[in-house]
């Protein structure tokens, strides 16, 4: 199948061969024909898998004037997306598919001075892309009007309820017409997903497609046990004795994801963290630099690692097991994008045992261990419990600021997990 056949306008072909795309992942081949046929849509799609252009290019079809010509931007599509990076990325597609049409769009998010939001609204554009805190700042200084919106895409919906963004979400859908086309993309359909879906979608085109990390098999699983006190070591070893260039490294906390960085420059390994407590402006620099090779080594929490959009990552590095089992997948997401081979490392040591069975069941597969020599565990080592923070309640929230700052980052807490005991 070519995306000559879906029905995309010239214009959108044209963005699509810039891009190099020889055709349409198996994603985009369900999405756009059901979307600019007005369908709803409810699909269940990984980062990699090319969900962003899958919703993206029938949007732009849909909104693209008829006629050439001067015309008055009006807010007809809103995106929803749980953190700002995935909204930058999101935007940075939009920008990318719509360069040859006149189409209009803008981001919102928090962390950032909403002054210049507000001027780029006034200007008008046709398409918003915003996490929901920011944008729930915007409607209460009524400087966004969303009684125009046709399409509604929530992205990554999954990690919105997971961020307590619900209702958040449920007032902003307060502001949009029913009548509507909705598009709810989401890695996994948990109940509240299926209730979310139930309550916003209207006989929606359901849509799935094989998770590319867990059923199709581009990225290879290993696991390397270790001390606890000798991951730093092994990591630092692992790099330089495999020569890798490009290396994706994930912590539990934001703290460990600082010091890690600073042991790994001390190591002589070109090293930046990410993650919520870092101003946007820092975030998006060491990102950049990491891209372009300037940093050699991206430490990065979960929440600040969503939604990255990094091309034909190699490797990914979990230093530390995620809490919850599906931030494996959404880490690993990272790595064999859109076709390419890639491996995931994780280095686990005696105290992450039940979180690597947790993963293992969600995979439906054991991940093979291989101990590397000189590194072999001490089987003698008690496990010690793993800290997690307190998590702030996210009930009784009533004003937005709260949600604002989660949607800054500042409180990536989710849905609370029984604390693992050794
Ligand atoms: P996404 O799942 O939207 O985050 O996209 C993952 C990656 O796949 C991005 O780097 C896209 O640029 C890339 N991509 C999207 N569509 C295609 C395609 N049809 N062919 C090759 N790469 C694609």
Redesign the pocket.
């Given at each position: 199948m070519s995306?000559e056949t879906l029905g995309l306008r010239a214009e959108l072909l044209r963005a699509?061969a810039d891009?190099?795309?020889?055709?349409?992942?198996p994603?985009?081949q369900k999405s756009i024909p059901a979307i600019l046929d007005g369908r709803d849509v409810l699909a269940s799609?990984?980062?990699?898998?090319?969900?962003?252009?899958?919703f993206t290019l029938p949007l732009l079809q849909e909104l693209s004037p008829e006629t050439p010509g001067p015309r008055k931007s009006v807010l007809r599509a809103l995106i929803l997306t749980p953190t700002r990076e995935l909204a930058a990325?999101v935007a940075e597609?939009v920008e990318t598919y719509g360069r040859y049409l006149p189409l209009r769009s803008a981001v919102v998010y928090g962390g950032v001075k909403i002054g210049p939001q507000i001027s780029t609204l006034r200007r008008g554009v046709d398409i918003l892309i915003a996490t929901p805190g920011r944008l729930l700042d915007h409607l209460g200084q009524k400087t966004v009007d969303l009684s125009q919106v046709e399409i509604l895409v929530l992205d990554e919906a999954d990690r919105m309820l997971d961020m307590g963004f619900i209702h958040d979400i449920r007032k902003v859908i307060r502001h949009i017409p029913e009548q509507r086309q909705t598009l709810l993309f989401s890695a996994t359909f948990s109940r509240d997903i299926r209730a979310l879906a139930q309550d916003l979608l209207y006989e929606p085109e359901e849509i799935e497609v094989a998770a590319r990390n867990t059923a199709a098999e581009t990225v290879r699983h290993i696991v390397h046990p270790v001390d606890r006190d000798r991951k730093r070591e092994l990591l630092s070893f692992m790099i330089g004795s495999k020569n890798w260039q490009q290396v994706l490294v994930f912590t539990r906390t934001k703290h460990g994801a600082n010091r890690l960085a600073e042991h790994l420059e001390k190591d002589g390994l070109r090293s930046a963290a990410i993650h919520g407590n870092k101003s946007q402006g820092a975030r998006t620099r060491a990102l950049s630099a990491f891209k372009e090779g300037k940093v050699r080594v991206l430490v990065a929490t979960d929440i600040a690692s969503r939604?990255l959009?990094i091309?034909q990552l190699p490797h990914v590095v979990n230093y530390e097991l995620p809490n919850v089992p599906e931030d494996y997948v959404h880490r690993i997401g990272r790595t064999g994008?859109?076709?390419n081979d890639g491996e995931a490392v994780s280095l686990v040591c005696v105290d992450e045992f039940p979180l690597l069975k947790d993963i293992e069941r969600l995979l439906k597969r054991d991940i093979p261990k291989d101990v590397i020599p000189g590194y072999e565990p001490d089987l003698s080592v008690k496990p010690e419990p793993i800290q997690k923070k307190q998590r702030r309640s996210s009930r009784g929230r009533s004003s937005h600021s709260s949600s604002a700052q989660k949607a800054r980052g500042s409180s990536g807490h989710r849905t609370p997990k029984p604390v693992i005991r050794g």
């Amino acid at each position: 199948m070519s995306f000559e056949t879906l029905g995309l306008r010239a214009e959108l072909l044209r963005a699509v061969a810039d891009q190099g795309y020889d055709a349409p992942t198996p994603i985009q081949q369900k999405s756009i024909p059901a979307i600019l046929d007005g369908r709803d849509v409810l699909a269940s799609a990984q980062t990699g898998t090319g969900k962003t252009a899958g919703f993206t290019l029938p949007l732009l079809q849909e909104l693209s004037p008829e006629t050439p010509g001067p015309r008055k931007s009006v807010l007809r599509a809103l995106i929803l997306t749980p953190t700002r990076e995935l909204a930058a990325q999101v935007a940075e597609s939009v920008e990318t598919y719509g360069r040859y049409l006149p189409l209009r769009s803008a981001v919102v998010y928090g962390g950032v001075k909403i002054g210049p939001q507000i001027s780029t609204l006034r200007r008008g554009v046709d398409i918003l892309i915003a996490t929901p805190g920011r944008l729930l700042d915007h409607l209460g200084q009524k400087t966004v009007d969303l009684s125009q919106v046709e399409i509604l895409v929530l992205d990554e919906a999954d990690r919105m309820l997971d961020m307590g963004f619900i209702h958040d979400i449920r007032k902003v859908i307060r502001h949009i017409p029913e009548q509507r086309q909705t598009l709810l993309f989401s890695a996994t359909f948990s109940r509240d997903i299926r209730a979310l879906a139930q309550d916003l979608l209207y006989e929606p085109e359901e849509i799935e497609v094989a998770a590319r990390n867990t059923a199709a098999e581009t990225v290879r699983h290993i696991v390397h046990p270790v001390d606890r006190d000798r991951k730093r070591e092994l990591l630092s070893f692992m790099i330089g004795s495999k020569n890798w260039q490009q290396v994706l490294v994930f912590t539990r906390t934001k703290h460990g994801a600082n010091r890690l960085a600073e042991h790994l420059e001390k190591d002589g390994l070109r090293s930046a963290a990410i993650h919520g407590n870092k101003s946007q402006g820092a975030r998006t620099r060491a990102l950049s630099a990491f891209k372009e090779g300037k940093v050699r080594v991206l430490v990065a929490t979960d929440i600040a690692s969503r939604g990255l959009d990094i091309d034909q990552l190699p490797h990914v590095v979990n230093y530390e097991l995620p809490n919850v089992p599906e931030d494996y997948v959404h880490r690993i997401g990272r790595t064999g994008r859109a076709g390419n081979d890639g491996e995931a490392v994780s280095l686990v040591c005696v105290d992450e045992f039940p979180l690597l069975k947790d993963i293992e069941r969600l995979l439906k597969r054991d991940i093979p261990k291989d101990v590397i020599p000189g590194y072999e565990p001490d089987l003698s080592v008690k496990p010690e419990p793993i800290q997690k923070k307190q998590r702030r309640s996210s009930r009784g929230r009533s004003s937005h600021s709260s949600s604002a700052q989660k949607a800054r980052g500042s409180s990536g807490h989710r849905t609370p997990k029984p604390v693992i005991r050794g």
